[in-house]
């Protein structure tokens, strides 16, 4: 049985990890060992952060249409349970959207929200 020598496959991989910790400092950038574990913990930390993303932008979504509720007299919360009340089914991104860029139109979001809550 003929010996089988894998030096061409290490190189190929150990080429990819090196590739992946481009830029980093120290021996993480070229120290095969060190290189494996700084690329596996910023896997971790992307995975983790595209999650916080989500989160991040529904908050600031949120803080947008509160700032903007609140110039005409009505809560976050109110707003959202009016606009439920009213069968608006816009989503918090376009809601912010719409409360930044076009103040007119969100002004008549906030009217009917208002319109639909009990007295």
């Given at each position: 049985?003929?010996?089988?020598?894998?030096?061409?496959?290490?190189?190929?991989?150990?080429?990819?990890?090196?590739?992946?910790?481009?830029?980093?400092?120290?021996?993480?950038?070229?120290?095969?060992?060190?290189?494996?574990?700084?690329?596996?913990?910023?896997?971790?930390?992307?995975?983790?952060?595209?999650?916080?993303?989500?989160?991040?932008?529904?908050?600031?979504?949120?803080?947008?249409?509160?700032?903007?509720?609140?110039?005409?007299?009505?809560?976050?919360?109110?707003?959202?349970?009016?606009?439920?009340?009213?069968?608006?089914?816009?989503?918090?991104?376009?809601?912010?959207?719409?409360a930044?860029?076009?103040?007119?139109?969100f002004?008549?979001?906030?009217?009917?929200?208002?319109?639909?809550?009990?007295?």
């Amino acid at each position: 049985m003929p010996r089988i020598k894998r030096g061409v496959t290490t190189r190929a991989k150990h080429k990819r990890l090196l590739d992946q910790a481009k830029g980093y400092r120290g021996r993480r950038k070229n120290t095969i060992r060190i290189a494996r574990q700084a690329v596996e913990k910023a896997g971790q930390y992307a995975y983790r952060d595209r999650k916080v993303k989500k989160r991040n932008f529904r908050a600031l979504w949120i803080q947008r249409i509160n700032a903007a509720v609140r110039a005409e007299g009505l809560t976050y919360s109110q707003f959202i349970h009016g606009a439920k009340l009213a069968g608006i089914e816009l989503d918090r991104k376009v809601m912010a959207d719409l409360a930044m860029n076009e103040g007119t139109a969100f002004a008549a979001i906030i009217a009917q929200a208002k319109q639909a809550l009990p007295a």
